[in-house]
C-alpha cells in the first residue's frame, strides 16, 4: 500500500460524504480483483501494484466528488472499465484509488430517429447490442475482447475496431461524452455543440484530445453513440493461404473491390498463429493441412 493505515481512515472518511459504503472496497481481493489485466504485465508483480483502494460511483456526480477528493488529498487515480487493455493502462502504478465504472451501465437515452444512444461508460458492447439488436440497430465497435469491453475503455484508448474499415473506430462512433478532470471539474465534448451532432465549426474539437489518453487526463462518464442499421446476417470466414504476400494480395482486391458488405479483415501470420495457440482462450482450431 502506498497510503498509510491512518491516511487510508481520512481517505474513505472523505469519500463517505459522495459515495455508500457499499461504494468503497478496501479488502485485498477486492483490490486484487481490480488489479489484473490480460497482458503483457506479468502475473507475479500484481502484488507490486495494488489499490489503497477501489470505488463503484453510479453517476457523473458520484465520479467528479471521488476525483475531487483525490485532488485535495493528493491521492493517485486510476479509471477502470474493463481491464482488457494491453498497454497496462488499467494498472495502478502508484497505488491510490481505482474508480471502477463498472455500475455506470444504464442505457440513458435511445433515440430512434437520429439512430443515436445515450450511455454510462460502464456498459459492454455485448450487452448494449443486445438492447439495440430488438430495433434493428447496432453499435459497430468490434474489439477482440468484444464481450467484456466496456465504452469507456474504448474512450480512454480510442479503440480499433475489428470491422472500422467499413463503419469507422471509436473514435468516429463516439459523438460525445462527458470528462471528469482531474480537478473533479466535468466538461462536455463532441464533434459539435450538442450531444448527436456529427460536425460543426463552432471551434476547437476536444474530443480527440481526450481520447485515448489511457486514463491519464480524466473519466469519461457518459457518452452518445452513432448506431447503424443491423447486417440481416454476418459471417466470419477463415481462409488459409500459402504464404503472407498471397494473403494480403486478396484482402487489397477484396478492400478494392467496392464489396458493400465487406467490413474488415485481420490477418495473421504463421507466428501470430503460434502466438495465439500458446493461449487457452484464443485458441484457433487448425486444420491438419494448413501449415502455421
Known amino acids: 500500500m ?3 493505515v491512518g491516511r487510508l481512515d481520512e481517505v474513505v472518511t472523505a469519500l463517505r460524504t459522495v459515495l455508500r459504503d457499499e461504494q468503497i472496497l478496501t479488502s485485498k481481493t477486492d483490490r ?4 489484473r489485466v490480460p497482458a503483457p504485465f506479468p502475473v507475479h508483480r500484481w502484488s507490486e501494484r495494488l489499490p489503497d483502494l477501489a470505488v463503484l460511483p453510479t453517476s457523473t456526480e458520484e465520479v467528479a466528488g471521488v476525483v475531487r477528493i483525490a485532488h485535495d488529498l493528493r ?3 486510476v479509471p477502470r472499465d474493463g481491464g482488457t487493455g494491453l498497454t497496462d493502462g488499467a494498472v495502478p502504478l502508484r497505488g491510490g484509488i481505482v474508480v471502477d ?3 455506470m451501465n444504464q442505457i440513458k437515452e435511445l433515440d430512434l430517429e437520429n439512430r443515436t444512444v445515450t450511455v454510462g461508460t460502464g456498459i459492454s458492447m455485448l450487452k448494449l447490442n443486445e438492447v439495440l439488436g430488438q430495433h434493428g440497430l447496432f453499435y459497430p465497435d468490434d474489439p477482440a475482447s468484444y464481450p467484456c469491453s466496456l465504452v469507456g475503455g474504448r474512450i480512454g484508448t480510442s479503440g480499433w475496431s475489428l470491422i472500422g474499415s467499413r463503419y469507422g473506430h471509436t473514435r468516429d462512433l463516439v459523438l460525445s461524452f462527458d470528462f471528469v478532470l482531474p480537478t473533479g471539474e466535468v466538461m462536455h465534448v463532441g464533434d459539435g455543440i450538442g450531444r448527436k451532432i456529427s460536425k460543426s465549426s ?3 474539437q476536444l474530443k480527440h484530445l481526450l481520447m485515448g489518453h489511457q486514463g491519464t487526463l480524466g473519466i469519461a462518464t457518459e457518452a452518445t453513440l452513432k448506431l447503424y442499421p443491423k447486417p440481416e446476417a454476418e459471417l466470419s470466414p477463415f481462409w488459409s493461404f500459402d504464404n503472407y504476400d498471397d494473403a ?3 484482402v487489397g482486391a477484396l478492400a478494392r473491390a467496392g464489396v458493400s458488405t465487406f467490413a474488415g479483415a485481420v490477418l495473421f501470420d504463421e507466428h501470430k498463429v503460434a502466438y495465439l495457440r500458446r493461449d487457452d482462450e484464443a485458441y484457433i482450431p487448425q486444420p491438419g493441412d494448413v501449415r502455421a
Open 248 to 250: 494480403y494480395r486478396c
Open 101 to 103: 465504472v463498472k455500475r
Open 202 to 204: 463552432s471551434g476547437f
Open 32 to 35: 486484487f480483483n481490480r488489479a
Open 75 to 77: 491521492i493517485p487515480v
Open 2 to 4: 502506498t497510503i498509510t
